[in-house]
C-alpha cells in the first residue's frame, strides 16, 4: 500500500527505562502510573539536546523552533547546548498549562524529527523518534508518533476508544480514496492542534460522504445515501439486525453533523473523539466487508 502510515514501534535496544519502570510495577503489583507532562517535556528535551552535535545544529534549531513559539531570535553564537538561549527557551515553555501550547511543543518535536540529517542508516533520526516514542509511552498524552511516507507526524490517539491501528489504519485503507483522506487527515491535523469545532465536524463528514461517493460510485450527499447502501449492503447478505443498526447510525451521524457543522462554534471534545471513531467504524466496515467479498469471488 503506497503511503502507508506507520505507528512507531519501541526497540528494545532503546526501551531499558520503560522495561524498569514495568516490570518494578510487575513484581509490586501496581499499575505503572503516568508520567506526567513535566517528565514528557523534560524527556523530549533531552532528545532534542542529543540531536545537536555542534554550533551550527544549535543555531539551526534555535532560529526554527523559536519562530514556531513566536520568539525573537537575535542570532547569537553559542556553542553548546546547555544554558543556551533555545534550552532556556524551552525550559520555560508551560506545556501543562493549556493544550494548545502541547500541540505547538509536538510541532516542535515533529520539525525536529524531520530536519535530523540523514546518514546513510538513519542513526540519529531513529534514536531521536525512539525517545520521543518512549516518552509518550510513559505519558498519559493521546498522541501517537508515526512514520509517513518519509516523514515523521502525530497522530491523535485516545486510547479511551480503540487502539492506535483504528486512526491509522483508515488512513491507510482510504489510500485509493484521495478526496476522502485528505478530509480525514485534515480532521486529524485540527483535533492534534487542539481545534474542536464545527469545521473539524464538517472535515469528518466530508471525509465519509466522499467516501460514499467514490465507494458506491455516485454523486449523491450524504442523507441521500440511504437507498444505494441499502442495495449494497443486501447483496452483502448481512443480518438485518445489522443492516438496520449501521443505518440508525448514518442516520444520527448525518443529524449530528447538520446540527453542529452548520449552527455551533465549538463542540465537546469526547463527543468529537466519538465522531472520529465512528467515521472511522464506518468505512472500516464497508472495505472489510468489500474486501471479503472480493477474496471470495478471487477464490
Known amino acids: 500500500m503506497e503511503n502507508s502510515i506507520k505507528p512507531i514501534e519501541i526497540d528494545d535496544d532503546y526501551a531499558d527505562i520503560l522495561k524498569i519502570k514495568e516490570q518494578y510495577a510487575y513484581r509490586f503489583g501496581y499499575t505503572r502510573p503516568k508520567e506526567d507532562l513535566i517528565a514528557f517535556k523534560n524527556r523530549t528535551i533531552a532528545a532534542i539536546a542529543s540531536t545537536i552535535y555542534d554550533e551550527y545544529d544549535l543555531q539551526f534549531y534555535t532560529r526554527k523552533i523559536f519562530e514556531l513559539l513566536g520568539y525573537p531570535y537575535t542570532g547569537v553564537k553559542e556553542w553548546g547546548f546547555d544554558g543556551s538561549l533555545l534550552h532556556q527557551a524551552l525550559g520555560t515553555v508551560k506545556i501543562e498549562k493549556d493544550k494548545s501550547i502541547l500541540y505547538i511543543w509536538f510541532q516542535i518535536l515533529e520539525f525536529v524529527a524531520n530536519s535530523i540529517t540523514r546518514a546513510d542508516d538513519c542513526s540519529r533520526q531513529y534514536a531521536f523518534v525512539q525517545k520521543i516514542a518512549i516518552a509518550l509511552k510513559l505519558s498519559g498524552i493521546n498522541a501517537v508518533i508515526c512514520i509517513d511516507g518519509e516523514e515523521y507526524k502525530f497522530f491523535p490517539y485516545s486510547e479511551a476508544f480503540f487502539d492506535k491501528p483504528m ?133
Open 167 to 299: 486512526v491509522v489504519d483508515v488512513i491507510n485503507w482510504l489510500s485509493t480514496y484521495e478526496k476522502a483522506q485528505n478530509q480525514y487527515r485534515q480532521a486529524l491535523n485540527d483535533m492534534l492542534k487542539g481545534k474542536y469545532d464545527r469545521q473539524v465536524v464538517d472535515s469528518l463528514r466530508l471525509a465519509l460522504e466522499l467516501f460514499l461517493k467514490q465507494f458506491l460510485g455516485n454523486d449523491k450527499s450524504l442523507e441521500n445515501q440511504v437507498k444505494d447502501l441499502g442495495v449494497y449492503l443486501k447483496n452483502k447478505n448481512l443480518s438485518s439486525e445489522v443492516s438496520n443498526m449501521f443505518f440508525k447510525l448514518i442516520d444520527c451521524y448525518a443529524k449530528y453533523n447538520n446540527s453542529h457543522a452548520k449552527h455551533d462554534d465549538s463542540v465537546d471534545e469526547n463527543e468529537l473523539d466519538f465522531l472520529l471513531y465512528l467515521t472511522g467504524s464506518f468505512i472500516r466496515f464497508l472495505i472489510k466487508i468489500n474486501n471479503k467479498n472480493m477474496i471470495v469471488a478471487d477464490s
